[in-house]
């Protein structure tokens, strides 16, 4: 298969792409985070385990946002955790 002018085999990417990283598990400490998630929160020294709920892992990392800017995948995990906080545990 041909895509921008590259060939690309469907079974190399099927192979590369980590389903398992990618799905939601509900952790010991009843968070729901994929692996993904937690590499990056392992990244910066965040221990999501002392965590109770969302919120209060949202606020440490966004403590840690507070004084670098630069933290792309950081940041975009908190976007990420605070969609998640608001469509499950937000009455509507």
């Known amino acids: ?4 002018g ?8 099927i192979t590369e792409v980590d389903i398992d990283a990618n799905i939601p ?4 400490n ?3 985070l994929r692996d ?7 990244k910066y020294n ?8 969302l919120k209060s892992l949202i606020f440490e990392i966004e403590e840690i946002l507070n004084y670098e800017t630069d933290l792309e ?5 908190s976007e990420e955790l605070e969609e998640m906080s608001y469509y499950n545990y937000t009455n509507k």
């Open 1 to 4: 298969m041909r895509l921008n």
């Open 6 to 13: 590259k060939d690309i085999n469907i079974e190399d990417i």
């Open 25 to 28: 598990k509900k952790r010991n």
């Open 30 to 32: 009843n968070l729901v």
């Open 36 to 42: 993904s998630q937690i590499e990056i929160l392992k």
């Open 46 to 53: 965040i221990n999501y385990e002392t965590h109770t709920s």
């Open 73 to 77: 995948d950081l940041e975009q995990l």
